[in-house]
């Protein structure tokens, strides 16, 4: 029989959470029983365990696939620090809800001998990358959000309002707390729980979902990829800059004059699960649907 195929795997736990060291020590145990897995360490990661590490963006170069444990947010950070990377992620959830992992932390032995035999489902996802235009002319390139582009108002007990266009197309004047712009991956998010409609993965759409607006007609937006979508604040006296966050990274303010462009950006996210993987089957699970109670 063929030798399996050498298979380099970047790992990257998150310490902080309870547990980490322990799935890391049984993935180590794993690896010690399948020569072809060659284990290659987060530089944090590595010092759990006193082995030597890299930055991340070094280790997805040297990974044909990366496993990460922790939260949604741990996963999340490693997309930015990573992309445009094509190293497939593999997460292992030892935080909380958990919609983006591919197993839970008490799951992670069933998965392993997936991972040894490199037979996994990989599921591409549409990210998004935002261009801060400023007054005076500066532009920076944010070149991926997996999950979503927030603008959320700075001053507790003050409206904002904010204008939206799809292409040359004007949507209209939000007022309201703020808007979530979401991929279909970040519509179980921040997006779900400000009343947006949850998306399949595989979807090629965006949701612009406002945050509690002002009007009550105001309703979340799906709208294509094919144009790009611009937001910009309508100045009001008094009222603070809101702040622009990027998957949960801060993104400064976003004053009068300034603006953003969103599209989708330029290569999906590869993210990888069981074979067997079912979206709906999650779906169930997390959200408790269990059909007619009657």
Excluded at 64 to 90: E, H, K, T
Excluded at 104 to 122: F, V
Excluded at 220 to 244: K, M, T
């Amino acid at each position: 029989m063929a030798a399996a195929k050498t298979l380099n795997v970047g790992v990257v736990v998150n310490r902080s959470k309870p547990g980490a060291r322990e799935v890391l020590n049984k993935l180590v145990e794993f690896a010690r029983n399948h020569p072809n897995l060659r284990l290659h360490y987060e530089k944090r990661t590595g010092a759990l365990i006193h082995r030597s590490g890299l930055s991340a963006s070094a280790l997805a170069k040297k990974s044909d696939i990366l496993l990460v444990a922790g939260g949604d947010g741990s996963l999340l950070d490693v997309v930015g620090a990573v992309f445009p990377s094509q190293a497939p992620i593999l997460g292992v959830n030892i935080g909380s809800l958990g919609f983006l992992t591919a197993v839970s932390e008490t799951e992670l032995e069933s998965i392993l001998p997936y991972l040894a035999d490199n037979d996994l489902l990989l599921s591409p996802r549409l990210a998004l990358e935002t261009v801060f235009h400023r007054v005076g002319g500066k532009k920076t390139v944010i070149p991926c959000a997996l999950n979503d582009v927030v603008v959320v108002r700075a001053d507790a007990s003050r409206l904002i309002r904010i204008r939206v266009e799809v292409g040359d197309y004007l949507v209209t004047e939000y007022v309201c707390d703020g808007i979530i712009v979401a991929t279909p991956t970040g519509s179980t998010a921040y997006s779900l729980a400000a009343g947006g409609p949850i998306l399949s993965p595989d979807a090629d759409a965006i949701v612009l979902t406002p945050i509690c607006p002002h009007t009550l007609t105001n309703r979340a937006l799906v709208v294509g990829i094919e144009q790009p979508i611009r937001i910009r604040i309508v100045r009001q006296p008094g009222i603070l800059a809101p702040s622009v966050q990027f998957d949960g990274r801060s993104g400064g303010p976003l004053r009068p004059g300034d603006w953003l462009e969103i599209r989708p950006a330029k290569t999906r996210v590869q993210l990888a699960y069981l074979p067997h993987s079912d979206f709906y089957r999650v779906l169930r699970q997390k959200l408790k649907w269990s059909g007619a109670s009657v």
